[in-house]
T-cell receptor
Framework: DTAVSQTPKYLVTQMGNDKSIKCEQNLGHDTMYWYKQDSKKFLKIMFSYNNKELIINETVPNRFSPKSPDKAHLNLHINSLELGDSAVYFC?????????????FGPGTRLTVT | AQSVTQPDIHITVSEGASLELRCNYSYGATPYLFWYVQSPGQGLQLLLKYFSGDTLVQGIKGFEAEFKRSQSSFNLRKPSVHWSDAAEYFCAVGLLLSGTYKYIFGTGTRLKVLA
């Protein structure tokens, strides 16, 4: 069983489109995250949700909107896609929020905006 | 500002050789420290972590790391590298700032293993 899964694995789309990436974890964790990894492999946290409540919201354009329908799911919706949004997006989860808990990562979604 | 530095972007070692990957952090107190590995096309997997206590921590896959407070470092080591260790390695810190916790990742070190 996959602990943290993301769909789709690859996403190619044109500028200006709206797209969503879905994430699900079956670990029973309370906290979920979205990260963006750029072409230089730099990994930066975007959002964190704890029990469906937003707890970390880094400086991210408001074209990005996370949605957590329940604590096992955290989806990322992106409006008006731009070339600079091309990256690999990782979902992760941890047992609780807080710095001492290990994060479990999904396999990533490679987004290419043309 | 808080930061994590991995000074080596690429490292190449021969199979069976020893390995040390460097990580330095900038933070007033001791943060929570992590090493993650990312194999090609995969997500990140935790190798080991340090919170307190013994400064030498053991992880999975034969890796260990040593915390040195005086040097603000948390270097990752392995005595004998296997070809399957070729991957990207990330050092990360978890810290509490103004009541909010933050994770900061280093820029990664890409390890290449020669047969």
């Amino acid at each position: 069983d996959t602990a943290v899964s993301q769909t789709p694995k690859y996403l190619v789309t044109q500028m200006g489109n709206d797209k969503s990436i879905k994430c699900e974890q079956n670990l029973g964790h309370d906290t979920m995250y979205w990260y963006k990894q750029d072409s230089k492999k730099f990994l930066k946290i975007m959002f964190s949700y704890n029990n469906k409540e937003l707890i970390i919201n880094e400086t991210v354009p408001n074209r990005f909107s996370p949605k957590s329908p329940d604590k096992a799911h955290l989806n990322l919706h992106i409006n008006s896609l731009e070339l600079g949004d091309s990256a690999v997006y990782f979902c992760a989860s941890s047992q609780r929020g807080g710095v001492r808990y290990e994060q479990y990562f999904g396999p990533g979604t490679r987004l290419t905006v043309t | 500002a808080q930061s994590v530095t991995q000074p080596d972007i690429h490292i190449t070692v021969s199979e069976g050789a020893s390995l040390e990957l460097r990580c330095n952090y900038s933070y007033g107190a001791t943060p929570y420290l992590f090493w993650y590995v990312q194999s090609p096309g995969q997500g990140l997997q935790l190798l080991l972590k340090y919170f307190s206590g013994d400064t030498l921590v053991q992880g999975i896959k034969g890796f260990e790391a040593e915390f040195k407070r005086s040097q603000s470092s948390f270097n990752l080591r392995k005595p004998s590298v296997h070809w399957s260790d070729a991957a990207e390695y990330f050092c990360a810190v978890g810290l509490l700032l103004s009541g909010t916790y933050k994770y900061i990742f280093g820029t990664g070190t890409r390890l290449k293993v020669l047969a």
